[in-house]
């Protein structure tokens, strides 16, 4: 299994401008991402940046990066952009967020498991159990529905499914809930296909990528963790992650 792993990163942020050399504890959060990725069992990590500074920054501390294009409308053509400059050849990629500087090697392989079989699936992705209502009710953390064999329905900012027979407080109580980690694992011959798409009203109102490959007939295999991320958008999330690192015993 030849799987590489690689972290799109954008020095532009509305939010938080410059997001992936912001220092989390002694160390940048892209460079917390990297060395997090290579505990996994990736074959190689490559961080996919738009910027010198981040692409100087993660070769400084003896990181690969490479310059991809400023026009790239999502992490998912950076990723490709990326992987074409590498010219190998790998049984998966695995597309792992910038701003998510607690990303689980155990995570990462989660993914790379479900390509170690005869048919791999043509995309996978994470999802973990929704333990609160401020989860469940969050649009800012997109919910999921899966059939019998884990294969991803749809994706939503709003709770699925909606159960009419009681009032929403108690939804928890009576059906297991599922959110979406964005954690993404492709196929190269589809990771080359669904960057060919245009955005699909599904997506358009949803506001997510994943969406377009559900209306376009691409199945995404889901694996489940129960591990928690935090991912960076806001000063917020930064002071949440410096808590976090404080608890885990870094300062």
Not at 40 to 64: K, M
Request: glycine share 6%.
């Amino acid at each position: 299994m030849h799987a590489i792993g690689i972290i799109p990163a954008r020095y532009a942020s509305t939010r938080l401008p410059g997001k992936p050399l912001i220092d989390l504890g002694g160390k940048s959060m892209i460079r917390r991402v990297v060395e997090q990725a290579q505990q996994s069992s990736l074959s190689r990590v490559v961080v996919a940046t738009d910027d010198e500074r981040i692409q100087q920054h993660v070769e400084s501390f003896g990181g690969e990066a490479l310059l991809t294009a400023s026009t790239h409308p999502s992490g998912t053509d950076r990723v490709r952009d990326a992987y074409q400059q590498l010219g190998v050849t790998a049984d998966c990629i695995i597309n792992i967020q910038g701003d998510e500087p607690f990303i689980h090697p155990a995570q990462i392989d989660a993914l790379v498991q479900l390509f170690n079989r005869s048919a791999p699936p043509q995309l996978a992705t994470l999802v973990k159990p929704v333990v609160s209502d401020e989860e469940l009710f969050s649009p800012h953390l997109p919910k999921v529905v899966l059939d019998t064999q884990g294969y991803a329905m749809y994706f939503s900012r709003h709770p699925l499914p909606y159960q009419r027979q009681y009032p929403s407080a108690d939804w928890l109580l009576h059906h297991r809930y599922l959110r979406h980690i964005g954690l993404y694992a492709y196929r190269p011959d589809v990771l080359e296909e669904i960057t060919q798409l245009s955005p699909s009203p599904l997506e358009l109102a949803e506001s997510l990528e994943q969406l377009r490959w559900l209306e376009n007939g691409y199945r995404i295999l889901t694996a489940e963790t129960e591990l928690a991320t935090l991912g960076i958008d806001t000063p917020e999330d930064v002071e949440r992650a410096l808590l976090q690192l404080k608890a885990n015993g870094e300062e």
